[in-house]
């Protein structure tokens, strides 16, 4: 187990600034960022024995774009519940972040909105928070075609959001 700390230590060290400055593009916030980089480092270490091989930073990468998909829906429902509101008028701090998150998730739905329908729609079923059969029924297309257009969905937004915020 200390051997695999020791290693996945020189893996954070060489990825670290790569899977913060994507974390960054997506949630234009450095706190947010940080935060996001962190999750995706210990959703990682807790998930090595999943690692079945390949590029070691794809697979990070594809940790950190689902972080702050997480991120983004935890953001998106606080904003619609007012959460946010419950923040203390002193808190400056959380004020600013609770602005940043508002103009990402317009900046999200922008994006989303320049997807083409099936993936645009998969992904916002998915962001409810519904299953993949849930999704097939909802849309008519076969669970092949969700997964498929989910997938596609969200390289296009991820894609798309390196472009706007790069």
């Given at each position: 187990?200390?051997?695999?700390?020791?290693?996945?230590?020189?893996?954070?060290?060489?990825?670290?600034?790569?899977?913060y400055l994507a974390c960054k593009v997506f949630l234009q916030d450095?706190?947010?960022?940080?935060?996001?980089?962190?999750?995706t480092f210990l959703r990682a270490f807790q998930n090595l024995n999943r690692f079945s091989g390949g590029h070691f930073g794809a697979w990070l990468t594809r940790i950190a774009r689902n972080v702050c998909i997480d991120a983004?829906?935890?953001?998106?429902?606080q904003a619609e519940t007012g959460e946010e509101h419950l923040v203390s008028v002193g808190d400056k701090h959380s004020l600013e972040?609770?602005?940043?998150?508002?103009a990402a998730a317009a900046k999200l739905r922008e994006e989303m909105a320049k997807l083409p329908e099936h993936q645009r729609?998969?992904?916002?079923?998915?962001?409810?928070?519904?299953s993949y059969e849930e999704m097939a029924a909802m849309t008519g297309l076969p669970l092949?075609?969700?997964?498929?257009?989910?997938?596609?969905?969200?390289?296009?937004?991820?894609m798309q959001m390196e472009k706007v915020l790069g």
């Open positions: 187990m200390h051997g695999d700390q020791q290693y996945f230590r020189v893996l954070f060290d060489r990825h670290k600034r790569r899977v450095a706190n947010a960022a940080e935060d996001a980089t962190q999750e983004w829906r935890r953001r998106r429902r972040d609770a602005a940043a998150m508002r729609r998969c992904l916002e079923l998915k962001i409810e928070g519904h092949a075609a969700v997964k498929s257009h989910l997938q596609n969905g969200r390289r296009m937004l991820w």
